[in-house]
């Protein structure tokens, strides 16, 4: 391989990172792949805050991929790992149908875990540990912690899709016919809404302590709605047991953005800085 062009990131020195792929085996018995970064003096000695990141949906392969905004993290010695869910592409179609449809839960126990292995392998320390994912990636934080609250430290879901059964029951939505094909169609199929109905985070959120939450939407995102996280959030402030003032459940819409956030480099740099100092002030690695 001939290099004909590399970014120049001022101050990085890809010398200070490593970068490995672990292989997690499911409760089904399904290897599912991890990739993670450390700092290089960073070792498996079970005191190390982590974020575990994934996406899991549409057989988007969530490829590992350079983040200036992720060293700050890094440098502070969190462990970022992707979790290449089922639901994605990275393994094939086959890894694809296996978290879809009434299979879509795979995605979710995938996640779990992976985050388990993690903290039995320790990489993690059981108490500093981060969960983080976007829209569909969203509907798969809520799922997560919904399942196993006491895993997680800190959760930031991002425009996350987690009123999903009432999205979906609704075909007057510009989404909702397509996306049929992705979580099934509850209208026609009572086993597609069950399933539906059993995952999803809204629905089931439970009476137990759960972590810090930070959901972040957009007032004006035309595919997940500011309605869902706003529901959500509230449910988890009316059920949840948890003692605010350590755990808050934090809600942020910003007023202009779209799905995607901020499109402004440096409003999108600002959106990042605030996201990251959530976290790592509740892992304690914000130092």
Same mark, same amino acid.
């Given at each position: 391989?001939?290099?004909?062009?590399?970014?120049?990131? +001022?101050?990085?020195?890809?010398?200070? =990172?490593?970068?490995?792929?672990? *292989?997690?085996? !499911?409760?089904?018995?399904?290897?599912?792949p991890v990739s993670l970064?450390?700092?290089?003096?960073?070792? +498996?000695?079970?005191?190390?805050?982590?974020?575990?990141?994934?996406?899991?949906?549409?057989?988007?392969?969530?490829?590992?991929?350079?983040?200036?905004?992720?060293?700050?993290?890094?440098?502070?010695?969190?462990?970022?790992?992707?979790?290449?869910?089922? &639901?994605?592409?990275?393994?094939?179609?086959?890894? =694809?149908?296996? &978290?879809?449809?009434?299979?879509?839960?795979?995605? $979710?126990?995938?996640?779990?875990?992976?985050t388990r292995a993690l903290?039995?392998?320790? *990489?993690? !320390?059981?108490?500093?540990?981060?969960a983080e994912g976007g829209?569909?990636?969203?509907?798969?934080? &809520?799922?997560?912690?919904?399942?196993?609250?006491?895993?997680?430290?800190?959760?930031?879901?991002?425009?996350?899709?987690?009123?999903?059964?009432?999205?979906?029951?609704?075909?007057?939505?510009?989404?909702?016919?397509?996306? *049929?094909?992705? *979580?099934?169609?509850?209208?026609?199929?009572?086993?597609?809404?069950?399933?539906?109905?059993?995952?999803?985070?809204?629905?089931?959120?439970?009476?137990?302590?759960?972590?810090?939450?930070?959901?972040?939407?957009?007032?004006?995102?035309?595919?997940?709605?500011?309605?869902? +996280?706003?529901?959500?959030?509230?449910?988890?402030?009316?059920?949840?047991?948890?003692?605010?003032?350590?755990?808050?459940?934090? $809600?942020?819409?910003?007023?202009?953005? &779209?799905?995607?956030?901020?499109?402004?480099? =440096?409003?999108?740099?600002?959106?990042?800085?605030?996201?990251?100092?959530?976290?790592?002030?509740?892992?304690?690695?914000?130092?």
């Amino acid at each position: 391989m001939t290099l004909l062009q590399q970014r120049e990131v +001022p101050g990085y020195d890809p010398s200070r =990172y490593r970068e490995e792929r672990l *292989w997690v085996e !499911a409760r089904d018995g399904a290897k599912v792949p991890v990739s993670l970064v450390r700092r290089a003096d960073v070792r +498996p000695d079970g005191g190390n805050p982590v974020l575990v990141s994934g996406y899991g949906a549409y057989e988007i392969s969530n490829d590992p991929y350079f983040s200036a905004a992720r060293l700050s993290l890094l440098d502070r010695g969190v462990v970022y790992a992707v979790a290449h869910v089922r &639901g994605g592409g990275e393994l094939g179609r086959a890894w =694809y149908d296996q &978290g879809k449809l009434l299979a879509k839960p795979n995605t $979710f126990t995938d996640f779990v875990d992976v985050t388990r292995a993690l903290v039995e392998q320790k *990489w993690a !320390a059981p108490d500093r540990v981060a969960a983080e994912g976007g829209s569909a990636g969203g509907l798969l934080m &809520g799922a997560a912690v919904n399942e196993a609250p006491e895993l997680y430290r800190v959760v930031h879901a991002a425009v996350p899709f987690v009123d999903a059964l009432t999205t979906i029951l609704n075909p007057d939505l510009p989404l909702t016919v397509g996306e *049929w094909e992705e *979580w099934g169609n509850p209208l026609e199929d009572p086993e597609v809404y069950a399933v539906m109905k059993a995952y999803t985070p809204y629905e089931n959120v439970r009476a137990v302590d759960y972590p810090t939450i930070l959901a972040t939407t957009s007032l004006h995102d035309t595919r997940v709605f500011v309605a869902e +996280p706003a529901k959500w959030v509230q449910a988890l402030r009316d059920t949840v047991t948890s003692d605010f003032a350590e755990r808050p459940v934090l $809600f942020k819409v910003e007023m202009g953005g &779209g799905h995607g956030g901020h499109s402004g480099r =440096y409003d999108s740099w600002r959106q990042h800085a605030f996201e990251n100092a959530v976290i790592l002030d509740a892992l304690g690695a914000a130092e």
